[in-house]
């Protein structure tokens, strides 16, 4: 299988801006963090399409929760508006 990378700083789960590329700079190469806001692990609950509706449409189902530390929440923190951010990532099988 050939990996497309998935470059950029954001979750490709729930777009939050992680201030660093959870995918490497070249897209290709997980960080295996975790996304402070939905929790997903990088590499791992996000390495396919399938795997990334799949934990999107959860975190949805769920009310797009705030799932880190309520110290690491912005302070005018809007899921939905964040949520575009995902929704423009590239993707790849």
């Not at 050939?2 to 070249?26: I, S």
């Amino acid at each position: 299988m050939t990996r497309m990378p998935r470059p950029g700083t954001n979750c490709p789960v729930c777009g939050f801006d992680q201030g660093c590329e959870p995918w490497g700079p070249d897209g290709l190469t997980p960080s295996f963090d975790i996304c402070a806001c939905c929790f997903i692990e990088f590499g791992y609950e996000d390495a396919t399409n399938a795997a990334v509706k799949a934990a999107r449409d959860t975190w949805i189902e769920a009310g797009c929760p705030w799932r880190g530390p309520e110290s690491e929440q912005p302070a005018s923190w809007d899921p939905r508006a964040q949520l575009e951010h995902a929704l423009r990532l590239p993707h790849r099988d």
